[in-house]
């Protein structure tokens, strides 16, 4: 199958989660798992959920930012025991332990900034968490920045939907694959920048 017609149908299947009595379960699992290993971000399901249901934007958004933390929390951990498991003997045996020390410094003394960052924009998410987790980041650090990044993100998505509505999300389908590729060359770069430093 190809990318663009995987594309189409995860977007249809999304769209048909989006109108389900049961959408904000939905919503809340798909961000959940966001945050530590699945590709697809919730936006996509949070856009036609606020143009469906315009009044509940703020709701819907809310569900998005709780479900993202403490899906981060996953990823946090998955950084912090796959770290000790796989990552570390790897870099030890490759000589690289020191560079990544040098990294894990850098990372402590700006990780406030880059977990916010990534949390706001595209840039994978997924990736700032389990690096969190693989340098120790405070917890209670990692948890105010991400609940402040997903919390901007979200809620300003839900603001312009339920303001500008349909004109919103037919940039938003015609730029799909386009936002899609986009999204999986960010992955892709974020797993290589996190490799080589």
Known sequence: MAFKDL?????DCTLNLASKKNALVWLFAISFIESSFFPIPPDIMIIPMVLATP???????????????????????IGVYGFELIARPLLEFYGYMDGFMKFENYYHEYGAWIVFGAGITPFPYKIITI???AVHLDLAVFTIASVLARGIRFYLIAWLLKRYGAPMKEFIEKNLNLLSILFLLLLIGGFAVIKWL
């Open 7 to 11: 594309t189409r149908k995860i977007y």
């Open 55 to 77: 009044k509940q934007a703020y709701k819907i958004a809310g569900v998005a930012t709780v479900a993202s933390v403490f899906g981060g929390y996953l990823g946090y951990c």
């Open 131 to 133: 690096a969190s987790g």
